[in-house]
Structure formats: structure tokens, C-alpha cells
């Protein structure tokens, strides 16, 4: 298997446009997590599915961040529109059963810089 | 909610050396604790973990002790080679509702070790 997949690696973009980030979870894993990285806040869950239903969206900072998964396959992380202060290393990370009792495995990350 | 306090910031140690990094957490519920490495432009990558029912759990070089009455826990690492410097994070498993958990992490220890 090739891991998690994330696109694009990196992103620059002007404040106000729409990013879009996406993740190709591990075969046969039933949760995907999505979580931002700072120098500030360290790393923080944004949002999760199992099965493809989001059960934990507590972590999205405000409405501007949607992320939605229409199949087992795909996943996207949407913020519209963005801002200087969402620059920041988004992860995607599966995992296969309960949630946080069993190993994550995380992509590579998309480096989102916006200007 | 939980929390999660990892200590020391930075760990600088010479080849060969022991490092130790320790980690409090909040929650007595918590019951997962697990250890991730990440290298530079790397998404974390678990490296070991132990759950409340273990006091200590090794892997050649890695070790981890967890102290439920003290809610603490720690990463040992023997023999310490250049290729472990790296960031680590300590993470610990937060009940959710309808029985499903979520992992908080600690803000993550830069070890460097020194040919």
C-alpha cells in the first residue's frame, strides 16, 4: 500500500481565495482524522470520520473550514476564504478501528502558505 | 478536557547516550498512550505505544513506562544514534461520547543527537 496520500504538498495562495486540500486514506481503513500543525498550537485535531460520517468536527477553528468525504476513498479539507493565519501543515491520517486506541498513519502533509 | 504537558522542549544528547522525554496527562479515563516520531517534512509516524493495562513495554532501543496513579508517562531511548533526531510526540487517548475516542497531543520534544 502506498500510505495515506495527500495533494498538493504545498500551496500558496492570496488571502480571501479557496483552498482545497485532499487525502487518499489506506485501503480498508474506516477513519480518516484531519489535523493541523503550528509552531503555536502544536498539533491539532480539526476533524474526523468513520465510515465516512464526520463524528468529531469540534476542532474546526470557524465556518470558513469544511471538509467532507464523499466515499471511503476521498476526502477533502475546504477553507473559504482563507486567511494569512491558516498557514499552516494540514495532515490526513487513517487508522482501522475505534478511534484512538488503535495507530494512525498519516500522509505527508500539505504546507499551506497563504499570503 | 484532556490535556496533554510534554517535557523537555529540546533534548540535546551525545551519540550513544540516553535521552528520556516525559509526558502528564489530565484525563484519568485515558487508557492509549502512544509515541510518534516526526522527521523533518515527514507526517508523525508511530513508534511505539502502551495502554492502561501495561506499566512498561520495550522494542530494542525504545522503551515507555506509564504511571496511571501519577497520570504519567515516558519514552526512553538507549543507545542513541544520529538517525533518532527527530521531533516526538506523546499522545493520549480522550473519551468521546457513544464510545469512541479522540488522541491529544503533547507539543512535541526536538531531540538531537550529537555525532
Known amino acids: 500500500d502506498a500510505g495515506v496520500i495527500q495533494s498538493p504538498r504545498h500551496e500558496v495562495t492570496e488571502m480571501g481565495q479557496e483552498v482545497t486540500l485532499r487525502c487518499k486514506p489506506i485501503?480498508?481503513?474506516?477513519?480518516l482524522f484531519w489535523y493541523r500543525q503550528t509552531m503555536m498550537r502544536g498539533l491539532e485535531l480539526l476533524i474526523y470520520?468513520?465510515?465516512?460520517?464526520?463524528?468529531?468536527d469540534s476542532g474546526m477553528p470557524e465556518d470558513r473550514f469544511s471538509a467532507k468525504m464523499p466515499n471511503a476513498s476521498f476526502s477533502t479539507l475546504k477553507i473559504q476564504p482563507s486567511e494569512p493565519r491558516d498557514s499552516a501543515v494540514y495532515f490526513c491520517?487513517?487508522?482501522?478501528?475505534?478511534?484512538?486506541?488503535?495507530?494512525?498513519?498519516f500522509g505527508p502533509g500539505t504546507r499551506l502558505t497563504v499570503l | 478536557g484532556e490535556n496533554v504537558e510534554q517535557h523537555p522542549s529540546t533534548l540535546s544528547v551525545q551519540e550513544g547516550d540516553s535521552a528520556v522525554i516525559k509526558c502528564t496527562y489530565s484525563?484519568?479515563?485515558?487508557?492509549?498512550f502512544p509515541w510518534y516520531k516526526q522527521e523533518l517534512g515527514k507526517g508523525p509516524q508511530l513508534i511505539i505505544d502502551?495502554?492502561?493495562?501495561?506499566g512498561e513495554k520495550k522494542d530494542q532501543r525504545i522503551a515507555v513506562t506509564l504511571n496511571k496513579t501519577a497520570k504519567h508517562f515516558s519514552l526512553h531511548i538507549t543507545e542513541t544514534q544520529p538517525e533518532d533526531s527527530a521531533v516526538y510526540f506523546c499522545?493520549?487517548?480522550?473519551?468521546?461520547?457513544?464510545?469512541?475516542?479522540?488522541?491529544?497531543f503533547g507539543s512535541g520534544t526536538r531531540l538531537l543527537v550529537r555525532p
Open positions: 502502551i495502554r492502561s493495562n501495561v
Open positions: 484525563d484519568s479515563a485515558s487508557n492509549y
Open positions: 499522545a493520549a487517548s480522550m473519551d468521546q461520547r457513544g464510545g469512541s475516542y479522540k488522541l491529544i
Open positions: 491520517a487513517s487508522s482501522f478501528g475505534l478511534a484512538g486506541v488503535n495507530e494512525q498513519f
Open positions: 470520520f468513520n465510515n465516512n460520517v464526520p463524528i468529531d
Open positions: 485501503s480498508g481503513h474506516d477513519y
